[in-house]
């Protein structure tokens, strides 16, 4: 994404099916094309009228553990996989029509939304898709946990995460990427959610995740990961990528520039999206908005 490229959607609708995570029901969310300019929308069609909520960030509320976007009574939780995996493949115009609230947990990574999207093709448009450009330091946070956006000199978007879980088997994991659909797919997308069993167990005591299993999450014990197997021996790290590049794409628009972030979570990332739009970076093709 190091240049200014025409707006992509896909050629077909694509369906995927599964659990929500949180609210333990079963949910099927259908991609569908959508034209130039439009963006990616969420359409509610269980709800009267189907109600549409664009994934832009001023519609992000706070949610604990997951992103979510609310637009009147209308809202949708757990988006960040699907919104990295159509970010992470430049799918710009889509609607996500869905049968839930949440969206399906699948296997706790994006890669079931990306087979899903490549598997009915992607297709270019008529049209040039807006950016946003990072012209100095816009940084978030404490010193326990931040982020920030850097100007980057190849107009590449350039992302760093660093893990730091201390001690425990998660440790400490750091990665960086220049983000290509390519790379997307292969190297993030597969990667898992992952917690705590103490957490996990948590999450149980409160009566949510019922349905979840330690097959379908990563959980991590004292001696280490329960009754699974990692992808990637930095899974951890990756996943956390996966989920910034999901609430990076609120801004509804592609960024150029160096992002980096220490433990930083949902909220930090799509505080730094708000203050992005608010005037950290200068603005190419208005008129394409």
């Keep these: 994404m190091d240049a200014i490229r025409n707006q992509r959607t896909i050629a077909a609708p694509a369906a995927v099916e599964g659990v929500g995570y949180w609210s333990d029901r079963d949910v ?8 130039a300019g439009s963006g990616v929308t969420f359409v509610r069609r269980d709800l009267p009228g189907c109600p549409r909520i664009p994934a832009l960030v001023e519609h992000r509320v706070e949610t604990p553990r997951r992103t979510t976007l609310r637009l009147g009574d209308a809202s ?34 994006a ?62 994991q750091s990665l960086e990427i220049s983000l290509s659909p390519r790379h997307f797919h292969l190297n993030l997308a597969p990667s898992r959610t992952f917690l705590l069993e103490s957490e996990a167990a948590i999450i149980k005591a409160r009566g949510l995740a019922k349905r979840a299993t330690f097959q379908d999450l990563l959980v991590f014990g ?7 197997q990692l992808r990637f021996p930095d899974e951890c790290v990756r996943h956390k990528m996966v989920d910034m590049i ?9 960024i150029a520039g160096r992002f980096i972030a220490y433990r930083s979570g949902h909220r930090l990332n799509g505080e730094l999206v708000r203050a992005l739009i608010a005037g950290g970076v200068n603005e190419k093709l208005k008129n394409c908005a």
């Design 28 to 35: 099927r969310v259908e991609f569908r094309p959508a034209p």
């Design 76 to 109: 949708v939780e757990m988006i960040e996989h699907t919104m990295a995996a159509l970010a992470g493949l430049a799918v710009d115009n889509c609607e996500l029509w869905v049968d839930q609230t949440e969206m399906p947990g699948c296997d706790g990574s």
């Design 111 to 172: 890669l079931p939304f990306v087979e899903a999207l490549r598997s009915v093709g992607i297709v270019e448009q008529d049209a040039p898709r807006r950016r946003l450009v990072v012209d100095r330091v816009v940084r978030l946070g404490t010193r326990e946990s931040w982020i920030e956006a850097r100007p980057c000199s190849s107009g590449k978007s350039i992302i760093r995460y660093e893990l730091d879980y201390g001690s425990n088997p998660i440790g400490r």
């Design 222 to 228: 004292a001696q280490g990961l329960i009754d699974n």
């Design 246 to 254: 999901g609430d990076l794409a609120l801004a509804g628009c592609d």
